[in-house]
């Protein structure tokens, strides 16, 4: 579960001790940091982008993993978990360009491709 990591790498990054710690710093009650770990209740996205940033994660792939463990279909779930697992080895610059490649294609698909090649050789 990909929250409790999330949850754990804040925890860590802040030098804290008690799930409570975090609990404050989200402005939620700390029963709730029990019911993320257990599954019952999911990080909200905010939530998610606030501890990447402070726990020095990128927040992309925060969001990734949390809707990772958001999707109770398995195979969707392992889709999100993989794009996070790719996106995650291979950086900022390729989910830029991805985002860049898809939005291309959706408004000219002809000129997208050969846009996309361009990008890639560049890079």
Known sequence: MYQSKLLDAYKKAQNYVQD???AHDLHIQP?????MRKGRRYISDNE????AEN????????????HADRNENPEIKQMWEHIAKK?????LKAI????????????????????????????
Not at 48 to 51: E, I, K, P, Q
Not at 87 to 91: H, I, R
């Open 48 to 51: 998610a982008v606030f501890l």
């Open 87 to 91: 996106y995650n080895g291979l950086g």
């Open 31 to 35: 029963s709730r940091i029990s019911e």
């Open 20 to 22: 409570k710690q975090i």
């Open 96 to 123: 830029s360009m991805t985002c860049a490649g898809l939005a291309l294609m959706a408004t000219t698909p002809n000129k997208a491709l050969a846009n996309c090649v361009l990008l890639a050789e560049l890079c």
């Open 55 to 66: 726990s020095g994660i990128d927040p992309e792939i925060a969001l990734l993993g949390c």
